[in-house]
């Protein structure tokens, strides 16, 4: 907090303020973004390491010390950087006063808010690091992931269209990017002495390997909406585009050489002579730190230097010129960021867990793949599609793409048993730890009737009948918390209604129907009040937004209402029988099992 006081206190003097109106603010920004990108990625860098890459028993107390410590003294220059960047913002606004005008800056426009935010976040992650234990680092880290996205919504991608693929593009391809960066920092100032660097570098391995994949997904999204491929050298941003994915394949390579390295070693891994000095392995690490460092400078290059937009690009594609139709609903194609986030981080686990099952010759019921990829597909169908541009325009939309993935979608992926796959398919370690999640004190509370009702059910009025709903409808991340809401809460729902994975906090069959009841008559009046109200919700959103063909925003209120009654109807009464029928089978099931017990105290009793 002092730092970040000097700063302020020495913008505001009046020979700095001087200063500022003979220096290249374009210039200046982008040195100060390179210098806030590497301490970024220090932050990032200890607090994985601490909280994930190299747990307790294998490093030194004393080392784990020294990595909260730099945590904590990057985290504090990365938020004294965030504001050193809105200071530059200011400066090319008001030189002479830096300070009035950087907050205006943070509280009038995005760009200074997402600074600001990210300022303080940069601060909160620095301060949790220090914190004992490994939810202190876990807790920075999540932070330090927030101070990402802050950003993430701005720059080139703030706006294509109705879509949100920009801005989760930005925040996958820099928060991968990071992590990949900042794990490999750690594990080079870990792993010489460490007591087990096998595991270390095992973990990074699977964790480079993922940030690889993300890091060439987002970017190739990000590449075809900034760029016509046909006139890729027609630019500066193109040429720089061209030399940002040469390293990136380059960075590839020397990654995959010190993966093989490390594989090569086998059981020697542990032995931390192996990894000081001059070995293969060691000199490997480097080169991809130094490639790494030459990838990240072209990267903050390219977020300066303006793109020349093309005419048409499939992955931008609107189809709100025409009003909805099923063909322009479901037949055209509208990618959204978190849709497709959100599917491959459900998908990729599951498939990987049937996998693994499969090779070890354990079988999983096909039905249960089924039914959660189908809940997956669902998930795309709304968010992907037409329906899910028309959510941002038309209420009845948006109430179709919330009920399926509040009361459709969570339906069939609790049915998938997620949880039981996962305690069957993890390593035993794995399983302990999810385990540990599942008994813990928060998560039983997360899991209390009474809380999962009232996320359930109170959270519609609270989102729908407050100024919360256009507020979070007029920002990118906004809209993504909503459908993340929507998904969890309903997920968090039918997980303790359906019973199909174990929880021993679980209430009996007949306990939990009252619970059926209380979401039933919450999203009915919930949508009584939709289909007779008179006053419009979210008005002066869809206002700011009306299409030529738009109908009247109170008949399509009342469409969104009938829509919510119809599929909120459907879906309760499924669920109801589904856990009626249940309870019969594990009645039948008792009154089988106790007619063999007393069929087989009677045959004891006659040899008797």
């Known amino acids: 907090m002092a730092l970040v006081s000097v700063v302020v206190a020495t913008a505001s003097s009046l020979p700095l303020a001087t200063a500022w109106a003979e220096v290249d603010v374009a210039q200046l920004r982008t040195v100060v973004r390179l210098l806030k990108t590497l301490v970024a990625t220090g932050t990032i860098g200890m607090l994985l390491t601490s909280a994930v890459l190299a747990p307790p028993d294998a490093i030194p107390g004393l080392r784990q010390a020294r990595l909260r410590r730099a945590a904590l003294i990057l985290g504090i220059g990365w938020c004294v950087l965030s504001l050193a960047e809105l200071l530059a913002l200011a400066a090319a606004v008001s030189p002479s006063a830096l300070v009035p005008a950087a907050v205006m800056l943070a509280t009038e426009t995005a760009a200074g808010a997402a600074l600001a935010v990210q300022a303080a976040a940069a601060l909160v992650a620095a301060a949790a690091g220090t914190m ?163 990838t990240f400078a072209l990267a903050v290059a390219l977020s300066q230097t303006a793109p020349a937009p093309p005419e048409a690009v499939p992955l931008t594609a609107d189809p709100l010129s025409d009003p909805p139709t099923a063909l322009t609903m479901l037949g055209t194609l509208a990618p959204s960021g978190v849709g497709l986030a959100v599917a491959a981080a459900l998908a990729v686990p599951y498939i990987r867990g049937v996998r693994a099952l499969r090779r070890r010759g354990d079988a999983w019921p096909a039905g249960r793949v089924v039914s959660f990829l189908g809940g997956v597909a669902l998930l795309l169908a709304v968010t992907c599609t037409g329906v899910g541009a028309y959510a941002n325009v038309l209420f009845s939309m948006h109430m179709l793409q919330h009920m399926t993935l509040n009361m459709i979608v969570p339906v069939l992926l609790v049915l998938g048993a997620p949880i039981t796959l996962a305690l069957r398919a993890l390593p035993m370690d794995g399983r302990q730890r999810l385990l540990r999640m599942l008994r813990a004190r928060p998560s039983r509370v997360l899991a209390h009737p009474a809380v999962v009702a009232a996320v359930f059910v109170g959270s519609l009025y609270l989102l729908y009948f ?25 997920f968090l729902f039918f997980w303790m209604v359906l019973g199909v994975d174990p929880d021993p906090h679980r209430p009996a069959g007949p306990a939990r129907i009252p619970l059926i009841v209380v979401g039933v008559l919450g999203h009915t009046l919930f949508a009584v009040v939709l289909v007779f109200g008179t006053n419009v919700i979210g008005a002066d959103w869809f206002d700011a937004i009306r299409p030529e063909w738009q109908v009247s925003r109170l008949d399509d209120q009342r469409l969104g209402g009938a829509i919510a009654w119809a599929l909120g109807e459907f879906a309760m009464v499924g669920v109801l029988v589904f856990v009626i029928a249940r309870w019969f089978q594990a009645a039948e099931r008792a009154d089988r099992a106790r007619a063999r017990v007393r069929r087989g105290a009677s045959a004891e009793e006659h040899r008797g």
């Open 132 to 294: 004992p234990g490994r939810a202190g680092p876990a807790l920075g880290l999540a932070a330090a992931t927030a101070a990402l996205a802050a950003v993430a919504g701005g720059g080139h991608f703030a706006s294509h269209g109705h879509s949100d693929l920009g801005p989760v593009a930005v925040f996958a391809h820099v928060a991968a990017a990071t992590a990949w960066a900042g794990g490999l920092l750690g594990i080079l100032t870990t792993v010489p002495g460490a007591t087990r660097p096998g595991g270390i570098l095992a973990r990074f391995g699977r964790l480079a390997t993922g940030c690889a994949i993300t890091v060439g997904a987002s970017g190739l999204v990000l590449a075809l909406m900034a760029v016509d491929p046909t006139r890729l050298f027609g630019s500066g941003y193109g040429v720089l585009l061209v030399l940002k994915t040469f390293a990136f394949a380059v960075l590839v390579a020397v990654a995959r050489a010190a993966r093989r390295a490390i594989a090569a070693r086998g059981s020697d891994a542990d032995a931390p002579s192996r990894w000081t000095g001059r070995s293969g392995a060691w000199v490997t690490a480097l080169v991809e730190t130094a490639v790494m460092a030459a």
């Open 466 to 490: 407050t100024p919360l709903f256009p507020a979070l409808m007029s920002h990118p991340w906004g809209h993504a918390v909503m459908l993340l809401h929507f998904l969890a809460s309903g």
